[in-house]
């Protein structure tokens, strides 16, 4: 351990100062491979969660952010589990700006990889391994952009600040969660700029860059069928496992309302102004109110993400029930995974679902992990960080901005519920990649460098756009 750090080090030293030497206006190929090497070194550390580790990236930015100059503060409620809060001063006269990316990653099966997980394997274009898409492109690019606005010496408006947080896979206790409760000062700004956006690929070809203004709200609940044990030679009317799969029958087959809010009327409009003529009329029809059901059983079958956003859904995604062959069990369970609306209002949706399954033998509880996080409004379209947004995309890929709803979950979440504008940006991905396994999460987790590269050049651009003085 101790040779690795040392290790570390001396790379950390080695490129800061080679980067010190360089001029404020350093040449495009400098600072890409600047940025690649940065990013091929955060990828190599293991901050697989759990159990996390993430103080190995934390102690790579640390030295590589000192060593240009820039303030850092370590914040942690476990020292092997920091946050970095990395800040340039502005003149006080707008609110700070705050971005941010994860450090942590989900865990891997090593068995499964082609290029070993955190090898950061460069092979015909692209990076491989686990965090190349979620999130250590945000990590890298902050870091970037923190070096940049200090080499160049921007005069700025309103202070910049980075954070490098911990343990967002899972939504953990040790990172926003612990910075928005115990240390919200730090972080507190008018915009944040995260994950959950990204530049959509396909056939080659650029078709839009997608910005996140909000997301659906997780919710766990489980069902928990309760009826009369027995031998399993005689059936009997009250086996749980009967009345919990009959019950999420009635789920799976009820398509629950649909409702368009700001952010994804905005989406399904800008869809139908760039897509061809039977997918932009189908998108028209969503807004228009127009055959609706036509094409919800459209998406359901080819497009399961539109279906999503359409509405609150739900997921019956663990079972539990039995322990012996000829026994009837007393109790089964099913977890769900609910993922609603910013607006719903979930009492009166359970009392929905309870009525849906018309069923006294079963009873609906919350899930062991609960809503992990919390409800706010979608952050608005009109701001100046949007337009902002817009330009630097233009600028960098000719394309169209659409404000997107994201049916996962960011820590976004907690910091726009403090009423912080939060937009999610990402790097260009290729629409096909998920399916031929090479998405975020995946066993072959796969980035373009063409496309962190320009990830980079676009988040600095965004941050100087949105800080920099008048």
């Known amino acids: 351990m101790i040779r690795h750090a040392v290790l570390v080090g001396a790379f950390v030293l080695t490129l800061t100062a080679s980067a010190a030497t360089q001029p404020a206006s350093a040449q495009p190929a400098a600072l890409e491979a600047e940025a690649l090497q940065h990013f091929l070194a955060i990828l190599r550390l293991d901050t697989q969660n759990p159990p996390g580790n993430e103080v190995l990236v934390v102690d790579y930015l640390k030295g590589v952010l000192e060593q240009a100059g820039i303030d850092v503060k370590i914040l942690a409620r476990d020292p092997k589990r920091p946050n970095l809060v990395a800040r340039l001063r502005g003149n006080g006269s707008r609110k700070p700006l705050l971005f941010m990316g994860h450090t942590d990653v989900v865990t891997v099966d090593a068995a499964k990889w082609t290029h070993p997980p955190f090898s950061a394997t460069r092979d015909g274009g692209h990076v491989y391994g686990r965090g190349t898409l979620d999130d250590k492109p945000s990590v890298a690019a902050g870091l970037m952009t923190m070096l940049r606005l200090k080499r160049m010496n921007v005069p700025l408006d309103r202070d910049v600040i980075f954070l490098a947080e911990a343990s967002e896979e899972g939504n953990g206790p040790f990172g926003i969660n612990y910075m928005v409760a115990e240390h919200w000062a730090e972080i507190d700004a008018e915009y944040c700029i995260a994950e959950g956006g990204g530049v959509v690929r396909e056939g080659g070809q650029v078709r839009f860059a997608g910005v996140t203004a909000t997301e659906k709200i997780p919710h766990t609940i489980r069902l928990v069928a309760r009826g009369i044990a027995g031998h399993g030679s005689v059936p009997l009317q009250s086996n749980p496992i009967v009345h919990l799969s009959q019950a999420i029958v009635k789920i799976a ?158 820590d976004m979440a907690q910091v726009r519920a403090r009423g912080v504008q939060c937009y999610g940006i990402g790097p260009m991905i290729d629409r096909e990649d998920a399916a031929k396994g090479f998405g975020a999460h995946s066993d072959q987790e796969r980035i373009l460098e063409d496309a962190f590269e320009k990830f980079v050049r676009v988040h600095f651009e965004i941050v100087r756009d949105l800080a920099a003085s008048r």
Do not use: C
């Not at 009820?254 to 932009?280: C, H, K, Q, V």
């Not at 902002?388 to 994201?406: D, H, K, S």
């Open 253 to 410: 087959a009820w398509r629950t309302p649909m409702r368009l809010n700001d952010t994804t009327r905005a989406y399904f409009e800008g869809l139908a102004r760039i897509s061809p003529p039977d997918e932009a009329a189908r998108y028209r029809a969503i807004v228009e109110g127009r055959d609706v059901e036509a094409v919800q059983d459209y998406f359901a079958a080819h497009a399961p993400l539109f279906h999503s956003l359409l509405r609150t859904s739900i997921s019956p995604n663990i079972t539990k029930a039995g322990y012996l062959r000829n026994v009837i069990p007393s109790e089964a369970e099913a977890t769900l995974d609910i993922r609603a609306l910013p607006d719903e209002d979930m009492p009166a949706f359970l009392d929905r679902l309870q009525a849906l399954i018309d069923d006294a033998a079963i009873e609906i509880l919350p899930g062991a992990t609960g809503n992990g996080r919390p409800a706010a409004p979608p952050s608005r379209l009109d701001t100046e960080a949007f337009k902002v947004i817009e330009a630097a995309n233009r600028r960098v890929y000719g394309v169209a901005t659409l404000p997107t709803m994201l049916a996962g979950a960011t």
